[in-house]
């Protein structure tokens, strides 16, 4: 999780709010089982303690891993973001030059990216593939199904 973490305002307030919520209530809750599961008897063969020391750890390490990520993000104003290339946070509009078909996707850092809402992420195949391409330019990306042939259409926030 090393390097710059690029978000919206948005997203970066949605992960903060979650590292709050782990950190209060999710760590209440682990203590809570560990002791529940202490109340059982014998530690040396209590599952339900094992199990619940487990759950604590991966808390643990998911708090761990987002405040690596809060430390190192960098909140992006949208009105200061250069549309004369493809940019993490711009949206592009492109064409498969196969299919002819034109779709508009919204590249985001990793932790934002969501197909649906067609948020790609800056590190997936297409995403690289389009980082730093202008209007009129072909990306050529390696997908599992083989080379695929995009031109960029328009660029914009």
Request: glycine share 6%.
């Amino acid at each position: 999780m090393a390097g710059i973490h690029y978000m919206s305002q948005e997203a970066y307030d949605k992960l903060r709010a979650e590292l709050e919520e782990l950190k209060s209530n999710g760590r209440q809750e682990a203590a809570k089982a560990i002791a529940e599961a202490r109340e059982k008897g014998d530690l040396s063969e209590n599952a339900e303690y094992d199990a619940a020391k487990e759950a604590q750890g991966l808390l643990e390490l998911k708090i761990n891993n987002l405040e690596k990520v809060v430390a190192s993000a960098r909140v992006l104003d949208p009105s200061e973001i250069d549309t004369n290339e493809v940019r993490v946070m711009t949206k592009v509009k492109i064409k498969n030059l196969k299919t002819k078909k034109a779709l508009v996707y919204h590249l985001v850092s990793e932790s934002e990216s969501d197909l649906k809402e067609r948020k790609i992420s800056v590190t997936s195949p297409v995403g690289k593939g389009l980082l730093g391409k202008k209007i009129g330019e072909i990306a050529n990306v390696e997908l599992p199904v083989g080379k695929v042939s995009f031109e960029i259409l328009d660029i914009f926030v």
